[in-house]
């Protein structure tokens, strides 16, 4: 049974719910980059690269046969893939940079200096006096 409860204080720690809420956010997030991505960013791309869907690029490597399927080299999906990871990867830049940035303004000022003590500030009287001697 400790291991139970040695899992459940470390899933129930804040950093681990943050991930996963995080994890999840970022899937989302990618349905949406993909979507976007094939949906909207590349047919006007293709259209103006005279009429290309790049869904449908590909090189046949073997033509199918009764038996088994045809083996394509789908790189218009593999282009696509790409232009979803280069949008997410700056939107995280974007998101990094940011959070680095609240960050820097949040340093904590040094803290003061502390308050000498009654005896600290007796014996800093009795240097004086003596460097005056």
């Not at 940035?101 to 004086?128: F, G, Q, W």
């Amino acid at each position: 049974m400790g291991m139970m409860k040695e899992f459940k204080a470390f899933a129930m720690r804040g950093n681990v719910m943050d991930m996963a809420v995080g994890i999840v956010i970022g899937a989302a997030f990618a349905a949406i980059v993909a979507s976007a991505v094939a949906d909207v960013i590349m047919p006007p791309v293709g259209l103006l690269l005279g009429g290309v869907d790049f869904s449908t690029l590909g090189v046949t490597l073997k033509d199918a046969t009764p038996d088994a399927e045809a083996v394509v080299l789908k790189y218009g999906l593999f282009i696509q893939a790409v232009v979803n990871f280069l949008i997410i990867a700056l939107a995280v830049f974007i998101a990094v940079k940011g959070i680095n940035s609240l960050k820097r303004k949040e340093k904590v000022a040094p803290a003061p200096l502390p308050v000498p003590t009654n005896e600290e500030k007796l014996l800093a009287e009795i240097r004086d006096i003596l460097k005056k001697n």
